[in-house]
């Protein structure tokens, strides 16, 4: 309504001027996500496959309120003229298509829930890894892949590790101040890292977004209704190899593993 009224107001503007009508198209929302954008995440996904050659890659769409409903969400690829659907499975996974179209005219991928209510995340997985671990290396190429992407929901400058110069994938992934956040199946007690006969917990301060937000800094958090699932692992640290599985401690059992 706001796109009409400003188009409607500028062609009489013109109109009076005795100038010739224009025609301005309604403007998308600035925090949908780029297909470009998405794209490029996935063409370095192709390039950087070194990090986890035997794994696959799909992204994920996780909540950022609790109010919001995660259930049979659809998502679409939209442009000026193409509208693309694109299948998501009941844990909102999905593949993205490409579509020469779509990427031409700058198309958006939009779900269908309020774009503030979700986050979303690359999600990078070498198969046959024992259950309740994940792999340094697919973490690693995840955080590029996602900040290539634009995935990282809206910021606030409170966060001090988030800057012009870190906003980058190789600032956000390559540097201890540029903490990139991955969220677990379920609430954590705590994460180890084992390589070979190393074996390191990681400290609590890398635990729940880093145990420092606050009322005011949720709402600018990825984390903001996940808190409990959340943690950084060291992907700058060379000494740490690819092959390192990162080990969770749940809160609570998976649903097939309770007892009766």
Same mark, same amino acid.
């Given at each position: 309504?706001?796109?009409?009224?400003?188009?409607?107001?500028?062609?009489?503007?013109?109109?009076?001027?005795?100038?010739?009508?224009?025609?301005?198209?309604?403007?998308?929302?600035?925090?949908?996500?780029?297909?470009?954008?998405?794209?490029?995440?996935?063409?370095?996904?192709?390039?950087?496959?070194?990090?986890?050659?035997?794994?696959?890659?799909?992204?994920?769409?996780?909540?950022?309120?609790?109010?919001?409903?995660?259930?049979?969400?659809?998502?679409?690829?939209?442009?000026?003229?193409?509208?693309?659907?694109?299948?998501?499975?009941?844990?909102?996974?999905?593949?993205?298509?490409?579509?020469?179209?779509?990427?031409?005219? #700058?198309?958006? /991928? =939009?779900?269908? *829930?309020?774009?503030?209510?979700?986050? !979303?995340? @690359?999600?990078?997985?070498?198969?046959? +890894?024992?259950?309740?671990?994940?792999?340094?290396?697919?973490?690693?190429?995840?955080?590029?892949?996602?900040?290539?992407?634009?995935?990282?929901?809206?910021?606030?400058?409170?966060?001090?590790?988030?800057?012009?110069?870190?906003?980058?994938?190789?600032?956000?992934?390559?540097?201890?101040?540029?903490?990139?956040?991955?969220?677990?199946?379920?609430?954590?007690?705590?994460?180890?890292?084992?390589?070979?006969?190393?074996?390191?917990?990681?400290?609590?301060?890398?635990?729940?977004?880093?145990?420092?937000?606050?009322?005011?800094?949720?709402?600018?958090? #990825?984390?903001? /209704? =996940?808190?409990? *699932?959340?943690?950084?692992?060291?992907? !700058?640290? @060379?000494?740490?190899?690819?092959?390192? +599985?990162?080990?969770?401690?749940?809160?609570?059992?998976?649903?097939?593993?309770?007892?009766?």
């Amino acid at each position: 309504m706001g796109s009409s009224l400003m188009a409607a107001s500028l062609c009489l503007q013109a109109h009076a001027a005795g100038q010739s009508t224009v025609t301005v198209k309604s403007t998308r929302d600035p925090v949908d996500k780029s297909y470009r954008k998405m794209i490029k995440g996935m063409e370095r996904f192709d390039r950087e496959r070194a990090f986890a050659p035997n794994a696959t890659l799909r992204f994920q769409l996780l909540p950022r309120l609790p109010s919001v409903d995660m259930r049979g969400i659809t998502l679409r690829i939209a442009g000026d003229t193409v509208s693309v659907p694109v299948e998501i499975d009941a844990n909102n996974y999905f593949v993205l298509p490409r579509n020469a179209q779509a990427l031409q005219q #700058d198309a958006a /991928v =939009l779900a269908s *829930r309020k774009t503030a209510s979700m986050t !979303w995340r @690359a999600r990078i997985e070498t198969p046959g +890894l024992p259950p309740g671990t994940r792999r340094l290396g697919d973490l690693r190429l995840e955080c590029r892949v996602g900040k290539e992407a634009g995935l990282v929901s809206n910021s606030s400058p409170l966060f001090g590790w988030i800057s012009d110069a870190l906003n980058t994938p190789e600032g956000v992934c390559t540097s201890p101040d540029g903490n990139y956040l991955f969220f677990a199946e379920r609430p954590i007690f705590a994460v180890t890292l084992r390589a070979g006969e190393r074996v390191e917990t990681l400290p609590f301060n890398m635990l729940y977004a880093g145990g420092e937000q606050t009322p005011d800094m949720l709402p600018f958090c #990825d984390c903001q /209704v =996940l808190l409990d *699932r959340t943690y950084y692992v060291p992907l !700058w640290d @060379a000494s740490w190899p690819d092959d390192t +599985l990162v080990e969770f401690e749940y809160m609570v059992d998976a649903p097939n593993e309770a007892a009766p």
